[in-house]
Nanobody, 120 residues
Framework: QVQLVESGGGSVQVGGSLKLSCVGS????????MGWFRKGPAKERVRVAL???????GYADSVKGRFTVSRDNAYNTLYLQMDRLNAEDTDMYYC??????????????WGQGTQVTVSS
């Protein structure tokens, strides 16, 4: 069955960096869009960064220039490099599996989440 396991969250000071990882199993990792989401203030899941099967990436405006999404298909791993963190980035972050090669807005499988806390 599909499993997504995130790691790498933690506590960091404003201006610091973290790198999140998500290891996928139970599917052909390289064939799918993958994404990072955050829980959001209204407990909805908010898109942070997406990367399709070809490696094309997209970002929320709030993280452009600070976060970088990447994938290593040989290791079935999705990454989110988070730089210049600020307090507003504090949240639970989730990895998600898209429905196909391209990121079309449907995500059927989610990881358990990893907490990022940024303090001043």
């Amino acid at each position: 069955q599909v499993q997504l396991v995130e790691s790498g969250g933690g506590s960091v000071q404003v201006g610091g960096s973290l790198k999140l990882s998500c290891v996928g199993s139970g599917f052909t990792f390289g064939d799918y869009c993958m994404g990072w989401f955050r829980k959001g203030p209204a407990k909805e899941r908010v898109r942070v960064a997406l990367i399709d099967a070809g490696g094309a990436a997209g970002y929320a405006d709030s993280v452009k220039g600070r976060f970088t999404v990447s994938r290593d298909n040989a290791y079935n791993t999705l990454y989110l490099q988070m730089d210049r963190l600020n307090a507003e980035d504090t949240d639970m972050y989730y990895c998600a599996l898209g429905a196909g090669r391209y990121c079309m807005g449907q995500y059927d499988f989610w990881g358990q989440g990893t907490q990022v806390t940024v303090s001043s």
